[in-house]
């Protein structure tokens, strides 16, 4: 076992909270290179190596608005599930992640049927408020079931992936990729451009935590209809 950085530390460097702090557990500030969680050497390295490598140069392409492509798009949503996952865990250690995957079968495989009904939200910011000294870095949203939905704010991009059922709920500030069921000749090719949807970062995260906790509870709603559907395995 190792630790594993909850906020991986590329980005604790681009949004300079290294010099800073954010909130932690309970709504304590630390230093986020000090929230950490116990995890297996292999899975610290694959999440590495699968995810965080990549999803840097993604964020790379969205903050200089060289757009995306469909198979980036659906790597920045299984990094925003293991984000989000590793805040469960940190959250409630003695409950259970998911009746499905474990979070390492979640994140490092390609997402399954599911994938059709995944929608990804995102808006870029346009510049940072002068009165802070570093940008934004979080998590929004705070389901207790299935975890499909996670929003968050990260540097300059604001980050939503959100159930279609629940599409008509996403706000204008934020352009939206509707995922393919499988993945075709067109998903390399850089074709979702994500607009300027919001003036500075404080607009974006108030935006985000209100939405974050409103679409939480009708996710949470959403899933707990499905799941008495499912028998446990």
């Not at 681009?14 to 500030?29: H, M, Y």
């Not at 965080?52 to 469909?70: A, K, N, Q, T």
């Not at 998590?139 to 968050?152: E, P």
């Amino acid at each position: 076992m190792n630790d594993e950085h909850v906020f991986p530390q590329w980005l604790i460097r681009r949004t300079k909270t290294n010099l800073t702090s954010i909130r932690w557990l309970a709504g304590n500030r630390v230093n986020p290179l000090a929230a950490t969680l116990p995890l297996c050497v292999g899975c610290n390295r694959d999440f590495g190596r699968v995810l965080e490598d990549p999803v840097s140069r993604i964020f790379d392409d969205l903050e200089s608005h060289r757009g995306i492509s469909e198979n980036e798009a659906e790597l920045l949503i299984r990094w925003l599930w293991k984000i989000d996952g590793l805040f469960w865990i940190a959250s409630y250690p003695e409950g259970d992640y998911s009746r499905k995957y474990t979070l390492r079968e979640k994140v490092l495989s390609p997402i399954d049927i599911a994938r059709s009904y995944l929608r990804l939200a995102v808006s870029l910011i346009d510049h940072i408020d002068e009165c802070f000294k570093d940008k934004p870095i979080g998590i929004d949203s705070h389901c207790r079931i299935d975890g499909l939905f996670v929003a968050g704010v990260f540097s300059q991009t604001a980050i939503m992936v959100v159930h279609e059922q629940l599409e008509s709920q996403i706000p204008k500030q934020y352009s939206v990729l509707r995922m393919q069921r499988q993945p075709d000749s067109s998903s390399n090719a850089k074709l979702f451009y994500p607009i300027t949807g919001f003036v500075d970062d404080t607009q974006a995260v108030t935006v985000s935590m209100i939405l974050g906790a409103r679409l939480s509870t009708a996710h949470d709603a959403f899933s707990y209809v499905i799941e008495r559907q499912v028998p446990k395995p």
